[in-house]
């Protein structure tokens, strides 16, 4: 027995297909759409009577007829109509189908029952309703049981009002391409990347500072669940990586911020793109080194290029024009933003790719320079990460990478400085008052004096007389 229905749930597919990135979607968007597909499907089920028992579930007048003719001229009346218990009496009574209908009512709890209830009324209450138009006086006969063939040929194929996945943010931004892991065909592409991958020589990575990748003799990089399986190896980035990058990145953030926000939009673009055309790779990296399910490295691939497009698409509505500002008469004010000098982004593991992807995005759109440290236990995704966003154009000097462990910190800072120390401590050599005071104090005094007064700042803030002032 197969029973076919007509619309249940189409909110669900449109909303699903949106949600996953689908290329289109598995339904028609419209109504016309929705019964010429359905008298398609009923011409089918009759013809296969030597396999299958069908059943039509319908409350629709031009459905009942067309599929009564339909049935006549295939020559099969081994089937049934189905009808909701409380619904369609009159159209099947007039129909003169009798013991043909199989009457139905669902049965479960409230808390099943009323969803199903809802939807029922929603679907029944829709101006394109078959039962709605029927009960309404003011819509003509003719107009009620209209051919949909005849819609469809006069009328739209798609509805206006719903975009297609791609297109579901508008005109400024892209939707991400989704996997659908329940298509066959889609999951033989996904394990033949993984053969490939498995296949293909160990990732070296390491620090990539100017464009230039340092690698070899780095610690092995395992299979978190195959531990016997090395994956890669990683070098970890040494002080004088931390210094140049460091350097560099200072040195280009000006000129970087200076080409504005269009500009740095069309590399973000880009590498959306490129994440998109290396998914497969990147997704069955991911598993390998994050233990990720193919599901979850779908929708990182995804995230990932959907924070690019999106930072993309504020880069040039933020940090493009001036902005006009409200002032009294005969002044004028505007407000610009730009970038901030260099940023650190540390990534976590759980989220190798797109958090590490989204903190870099954010931080190259609004005009700075970046270097990036990586969770320790997943450096080869953010190796394979910033060679695509050289691939794509991305200047060398604008991001930096620096893996290291964990424990290069804090505990360590008397022996070896990690990068965000560095960073905060770091007091460039060009600066006025490094040439106004050649002979000063060490960097590490001057540093430690500056936050001894910064402190001292902060006990003032909250002394009575401070407070008192403030109020």
Request: proline share 6%.
């Amino acid at each position: 027995m197969v029973r076919l229905v007509k619309g249940a749930y189409w909110d669900s597919e449109i909303k699903h297909a949106h949600v996953e990135g689908y290329p289109n979607f598995p339904v028609f968007t419209t109504k016309a759409g929705t019964d010429f597909n359905y008298l398609a499907c009923a011409r089918k089920m009759l013809e296969a009577k030597d396999a299958i028992y069908p059943q039509f579930a319908t409350h629709n007048a031009h459905s009942v007829a067309a599929i009564e003719m339909l049935a006549d001229e295939i020559g099969n009346s081994t089937f049934e109509f189905q009808r909701l218990h409380g619904m369609g009496e009159a159209l099947y009574g007039a129909a003169g189908l009798g013991r043909r209908v199989r009457v139905y009512a669902p049965v479960g709890a409230h808390k099943d029952l009323l969803p199903y209830l809802v939807r029922r009324l929603l679907e029944n209450g829709a101006n394109t309703s078959f039962v709605h138009s029927f009960l309404d006086p003011d819509v003509p006969p003719e107009q009620v049981v209209a051919d949909p063939i005849v819609k469809v040929e006069v009328g739209p194929r798609r509805h206006p009002r719903i975009p297609t996945p791609p297109r579901l943010y508008g005109a400024e931004r892209r939707n991400s391409t989704g996997l659908d892991l329940s298509q066959r065909s889609v999951r033989d592409e996904m394990a033949a990347a993984i053969k490939s991958f498995r296949d293909s020589p160990s990732i070296a990575a390491g620090p990539i500072v100017s464009g230039k990748a340092v690698t070899g003799g780095g610690e092995m990089i395992r299979v978190p669940f195959d531990t016997e399986t090395v994956l890669g190896s990683c070098r970890e980035a040494q002080d004088d990586d931390i210094d140049r990058a460091l350097t560099a990145a200072t040195r280009f953030q000006p000129g970087w911020d200076e080409l504005g926000g269009a500009e740095r939009a069309k590399h973000l673009r880009a590498m959306g793109d490129a994440l998109e055309e290396n998914a497969e790779r990147l997704i069955a990296l991911m598993a390998r080194e994050a233990g990720k399910t193919l599901a979850d490295g779908i929708a990182e691939v995804r995230e990932a290029v959907d924070f690019c497009r999106y930072y993309a698409m504020q880069a040039e509505a933020e940090f493009t024009t001036l902005q006009k500002l409200p002032g009294p008469t005969g002044e004028t004010n505007h407000i610009s933003l730009h970038g901030r000098g260099v940023f650190c982004c540390i990534s976590p593991w759980n989220f190798p790719l797109a958090i590490f992807t989204g903190q870099v995005s954010a931080a190259l759109a609004a005009g700075n320079t970046v270097v990036a440290k990586p969770a320790e236990q997943t450096p080869l995704i953010a190796f394979e990460a910033v060679k695509l966003f050289q691939k794509v154009g991305l200047p060398g000097d604008a991001l930096h990478l620096l893996p290291g462990g964990g424990e290069i910190g804090w505990r360590q800072a008397d022996r070896r400085p990690s990068c965000i120390r560095r960073m905060l401590h770091r007091r460039d050599d060009d600066s006025p008052d490094h040439q106004q005071d050649t002979g000063g104090p060490r960097r590490s005094d001057y540093t430690a004096d500056r936050r001894n007064r910064r402190f001292e700042q902060h006990v003032r803030r909250y002394n009575g007389a401070e407070r008192a002032s403030h109020r």
